[in-house]
Every structure is written in C-alpha cells, then in structure tokens.
C-alpha cells in the first residue's frame, strides 16, 4: 500500500515544500531558457485547435471514433508539445477507452500515463488540476474493475489535493465519488448528505454546460437516495426541483437539447418509480412511458430506458396486466440480446417468471426463476465487494496517516536544527582543553547509543518484514485456493456439459450409463469445490448486517425450496411467527442456513413425506426450526454432523451426495450471528434442527 502524503508531499505548505518549489522554479527557468520552449501551464499554440476539434466530435458531431482518430492523426504534427498538451492527449484516450471501447485495462494504463505526466507540471495549479484528474480517473477505471480498495485510495489522492489547495472544484469531484459508492453500498442517507455537498462545492466550477449537467445530476441523486431510503416527501421535493433546474436552465445551454432531454427521461423515469411506490399507478405509468420514449432514441441513455421499462413491467405485474406485461418483457428481450444490462437481464428474469406463476406454466416459471437466482447471485457477490469496503474507515485511516507523515517532516527539520546547535557545540568544546576528555566520553557514549538504536531498528524491520511475509503468505493462499476453484470449475462445466450431450446423442446403453457417471461426477465435483470455497470465505470474513424482517425471509426459502420438494413429492408446510419480527443479521447468510437446513430436510427424508417449518418468539430473539421424517440420525454421529468433512455424510432417499460441509458452514454463520445450532433426532422417526438467533447480537 502506498503512502499518499509521500507522494504527494512536494506540495505541502512547509518549508521544505518551499525548498522544492524553489529548486524546481530554477531548474524549469533553465530549461526552458535553454530549449525557448515558454510552458505557463496551458496548451500550446498547435495544439488548442486540435483540443477544440476533438471536443466539437465528442460533444456536438457525437463521434467519438472519429474524434480519436482524428487526435492520434494531428498529434503528430506537434512539435515538442507541452506538458498540458501531452496529459490530455492521454486524457482523451483514457474517456475513449473506458466509455467507448470499455477496456478498463487500457484507460487504467492512460491513466498511469496522465499521472506520470501531471508530476512533471510546470507550477503548483497545474499540478493540482492534473493530478487530482489523473488520480479521480485511476480511480473511476479501478472502481469499473470493482477493485474497490484500490479505487479509493485513488480517489483519496484527488482528495488530498483538493484539500491541501482549498479547491472547492476538486472537492466536489471527490464528494461526488464518495456518494456515489455509498449509494452502492445501500448508504442511501449518508449517499444524500455527501451529494448535497458536492452541489455546494459544484458552484467552484466554470460556469460550462458540463457543470450544469452535473449539478442537475446531483439533485436527482439526492432525490433518488431519499426515494431508495424511504424518504418518499423529500425525494419528490428534490425530483421536482431536478426537472426545475434543467428547465430553467434549458434556454442557457440550447445548444444539446437532446442531453437536456436525456436528463429529463432520467428524472421522469425516477419520478414514475416513486409515483409506483406510492401506488399513484396512473402518474407511474405516464412517467415512465415519458421516460422511455426519449432513452430509448439512438444515442440516447439506452440502458436507463431498460430499467425504467423494468420498472414499467413491474406496473403492469403489480395491477395484474398480464397481456401487457408480456408485451413489454418480449420488447426489452429484443434490446437486451443487442445491449447487454445485467441488471435489467436479471429483473427480466424474475419477472418472466412472474408471468409464468401467473400462466400456471410451472416449468417457463421454473426455467426463469433459476436463471434469476444465478444472475442474482452473481450481483450480490459484486454488491458485497462493494459493502467490504469501508470508505470512511478508509478516509480516517489514511487522514492519521497524513497526519503521522506531517509529524514526521516537522520532526525532521526540528532534528536538523539540533543537529546543527550540536555541531556548533561540540565545536566550541573541541577548543576548550579542560573539557576534552568528557567530549571523549562524550563521543563513546553516543556510538554505544548509536549502536542499539541501530540493533532496534534492525530486530524491528526483521519484525515488520516476517509479518509482511505472513500477510503475503495468507494472500496467495487464499489467491491459490480461488485460482484453482476457478481453474476447476471450467473444466468440470465443460466436461458435465459434453457428457449431457453425449448421452442424448447415444443410444448404447453401456456408454449412456458410463456418460452419466462422468456427468454426475463432474457435477459432484463442482457442488464440493462450491462448498469448499464458502466454508473458507465464511471462516475468514465478517459479516455487514442490517434489520431484516425474519417471516419474509423465511418464506422466500420455502418458496424457492418448494420446487425441490415437488420432484419427490413432498411437502413444506411453513408457520411463521404471528407478527413480523425483524432482526439484526446478514440477510444472504441467514437465508443460506435456513436453505441448507431445508434441503438436507427433503433430501433425507422419503418420497410423500411432510417437512414443516416454523419460527417462534424465544428469549429476546426467534427460533427457527426445520423438522422432517426421514431416516434419521444416529447417536453415534450427532455429536458429529457440524465438524467440517466429517464421517457422518451420508446419501439421501434418492441417492442424492452429500459431502459433509452444510451443516459446518450453517455453525460457522449462526455462531457469528451469536446464536446457536443443535439438532433432536431419531433413527427412522426424523431430524428436528434448531437455530436460536438473537434480535441484536
């Protein structure tokens, strides 16, 4: 981890950053004496034109292809161009290559670029502006990659510029990213308050199209944080005064009337959701259909439109229009294949399935559930990512460490104020006779003092280098293990995939039946080293919980389950508690336990047989329980069955594997909930599993 104090100290408003300064003044007065080149931190003659013409093809003509071309074309022709000149050279290929191309890879590279180039500028407000630009586009590229972490110490750099130069511009860069992870993270509350400020800050801006276009952008960011948070009249309030903005300012900037309509779509498609929270169906439905009339025009915002037209499909669920809910699914299906949207893939799923609950096709329902489930779980493992990152730990952290480097530069120069008085001393007592054999001492005394303190920082760099080394050793283990899950799991898919085929493009029963041996090992292979992953992850990481309300919870596992169930012909009779109950947990951890419990239920219980499931109110928390008749467990092995690959796995009634993980992961997560697991069973008469989870641990 770098330290940004280091590398940003040249700046600092201390006497050795005047030092700097100085040097670096005469060092650039004799180059550009000796080269006649007269860099004031702008772009050079040559280049404006060029600046201008790739602007024009950006914004106005909207040919970003072109305008590159054009860029690397006519740059060519600039002869030794200057330090401005060569930082937005890369700054238009780092836009071109993460909006246009989406090759973060290579925009991450032009933003290393852009940040070697800003170090070499030629006075402290280039600097400011460059770096902070270089270091929030570094930033941007690395939070695209979801490597949150890095992403935001990136963006701490922007911000420590701003800081250290009191520019309100950069600011509101940084507080703007700021709001925008937290509203990633479901920080809808904190998310408002950092967007309110960068509103404030935004006004530090040229007063351009651009930053008119972002202030309209916060303000609907604000009302769609209090609209996510449940704040229905203040996330109105600032909707409205959103569309107000860009009204009020349509005829300011009438030259792109077609991004003040984009702006427009965006707030009304935000409006017609919260119109639908509020059951107001009719303004929902006119607002939304506003909303995808103008994002859906070519160059408009295409994938706001396909969310809003989820939103709209949702309208039409909810006020059971099913031929029109079909319609509209069928129309996004056809975008979708063309613009991929995860997002609005996943919804499109969930409510395909919706629509098939409702045709009673059980099995498109079905079919469209599953692809939801995996497509969902896909999101909410980048959402976690996300949520591990805590920004303002961050932010404090890396203030300390500010503050520790700013001690340190003080004591520096402090130290060489006493080492100075000490030479003149020591100079002074040389001459003195009388005093020359204490100076002796004096000086003996010191090597010894030398000597230890170079002992202790020696024990102390060992010390630091052997924790550095278990830290690295940890790393890659963890790096290995997920290398070669992922290395497994694609040979495994493709080997269970071929044999699914082969088996149906075969008619000899002796290699059907060997086919499907390979097929069920590999897929066994896959759930086991699934299994293993999330026993190490559950060991390793803590949990983010929030209040969640336990009845819902649980029903949306028996629903999920009841599939399963039906296969057998079984059934889950849920009883939940009488009145909703919410508790302080991790909702994805707590829905994994009460899953496996459920399908361990189904898979050692008979075919016919009857699982029940119920919740009850239970010193200061809740107690679910999941209870089968099936065959049983030993008493031999159920001191057994929660230790990690224990002997105690057994087949289930059809046959199904199992592999002696479930039960120890659902103890790990309970355990770090503060509850407990513990089973009542008899052989052939069934299992009763219990887990106590308190209302706030």
């Excluded at 009191?166 to 993270?185: N, P, S, V, W």
């Excluded at 995860?342 to 045709?359: C, D, H, I, R």
């Excluded at 029903?555 to 889950?572: C, D, G, H, M, T």
């Excluded at 230790?643 to 039960?663: H, I, P, Q, V, Y």
Aim: net charge positive.
């Amino acid at each position: 981890m770098f330290s940004i104090p280091h590398r940003l100290n040249k700046f600092k408003l201390s006497q050795c950053r005047r030092v700097y300064w100085l040097a670096t003044a005469l060092l650039l007065f004799f180059f550009s004496c000796k080269n006649k080149v007269n860099d004031t931190g702008g772009y050079s003659a040559s280049f404006k034109p060029i600046f201008d013409t790739v602007t024009l093809y950006n914004t106005t003509w909207k040919n970003p292809h072109k305008a590159i071309k054009y860029l690397d074309s006519a740059y060519k022709f600039v002869k030794a161009p200057l330090v401005g000149d060569r930082f937005r050279y890369y700054a238009f290929h780092f836009l071109y290559n993460r909006k246009e191309l989406h090759n973060t890879k290579a925009a991450i590279a032009y933003a290393d670029s852009m940040l070697t180039i800003a170090k070499k500028s030629v006075n402290q407000k280039q600097y400011q502006e460059q770096y902070a630009e270089a270091s929030f586009a570094a930033g941007d590229a690395y939070s695209d990659l979801q490597q949150y972490d890095e992403a935001y110490k990136y963006f701490y750099q922007g911000y420590y510029i701003g800081k250290s130069g009191l520019d309100d511009a950069i600011l509101a860069e940084y507080t703007y990213r700021m709001g925008m992870m937290l509203f990633k993270q479901g920080h809808f509350r904190e998310a408002a308050n950092y967007f309110k400020i960068s509103y404030k800050q935004s006004f530090a801006y040229h007063d351009t199209f651009l930053a008119f276009y972002q202030r309209q952008e916060l303000i609907d960011n604000i009302g769609e944080s209090y609209k996510n948070s449940g704040d229905i009249d203040s996330a109105k309030l600032y909707l409205q005064k959103a569309l107000d903005y860009i009204n009020d300012n349509a005829q300011r900037f009438n030259d792109d009337p077609a991004k003040l309509e984009i702006a427009r779509g965006v707030v009304y498609g935000n409006q017609g959701d919260l119109a639908l929270l509020t059951n107001d169906h009719a303004r929902a439905e006119e607002l939304l259909k506003k909303s995808i009339a103008i994002n859906l025009l070519p160059r408009n915002d295409n994938r706001d439109a396909q969310l809003t037209e989820i939103k709209l499909a949702r309208l039409y669920l909810k006020t059971n229009r099913v031929n029109e809910l079909f319609n509209i699914l069928q129309t996004l299906r056809t975008q979708l294949d063309t613009l991929k949207n995860e997002e609005a893939e996943t919804s499109w799923n969930k409510l395909m399935s919706s629509y098939y609950v409702n045709q009673k096709n059980e099995d498109n329902a079905l079919r469209y559930l599953k692809s939801y489930s995996a497509l969902k779980d896909s999101l909410s493992k980048r959402a976690l990512t996300l949520k591990r990152t805590d920004i303002s730990q961050q932010q404090a952290s890396l203030d300390k460490q500010d503050k520790i480097e700013s001690l340190k530069d003080h004591n520096t120069l402090q130290l060489i104020y006493i080492y100075l008085a000490v030479l003149f001393s020591v100079m002074a007592v040389i001459i003195i006779f009388l005093v020359f054999r204490n100076l002796k001492r004096s000086k003996k005394d010191v090597i010894a003092v030398k000597k230890l303190n170079n002992q202790i920082k020696l024990q102390k760099a060992e010390l630091e280098s052997t924790l550095e080394d278990v830290n690295l050793a940890t790393r890659e283990k963890d790096r290995i293990l997920r290398a070669v899950a992922h290395d497994l799991r694609n040979p495994l898919g493709g080997i269970a995939a071929l044999s699914s085929v082969m088996a149906d493009d075969t008619n000899n029963e002796e290699q059907i039946s060997l086919i499907n041996l390979v097929k069920e090992t590999s897929f066994n292979s896959l759930e086991l080293i699934n299994e293993i992953l999330e026993a190490a992850n559950t060991a390793s990481i803590s949990f983010n919980k929030e209040w969640v309300e336990i009845n819902s919870l649980v029903s949306n596992s028996v629903e999920l389950l009841r599939f399963k169930a039906a296969e057998k012909k079984q059934e889950i009779i849920l009883t939940p508690l009488d009145n909703p109950t919410e508790l302080l947990i991790n909702r994805e951890k707590i829905w994994r336990v009460m899953s496996n419990l459920i399908s361990n239920a189904i898979k050692f219980s008979p075919k016919g047989a009857v699982i029940n499931v119920y919740l009850t109110e239970k010193d200061n928390g809740v107690e679910l329980c999941v209870e089968d008749h099936g065959i049983g467990i030993p008493n031999q092995l159920q001191t057994q069955v929660f230790n990690m690959f224990t002997d105690a796995k057994r087949s289930g009634t059809d046959g199904e594997k199992s592999f002696g993980l479930g039960l120890s992961i659902c103890r790990q997560i309970v355990e770090k909930h503060s509850g407990k697991i513990w089973l009542k069973s008899e052989v052939n008469d069934g299992s009763t599993f219990h887990v106590y989870l308190p209302t706030e641990a």
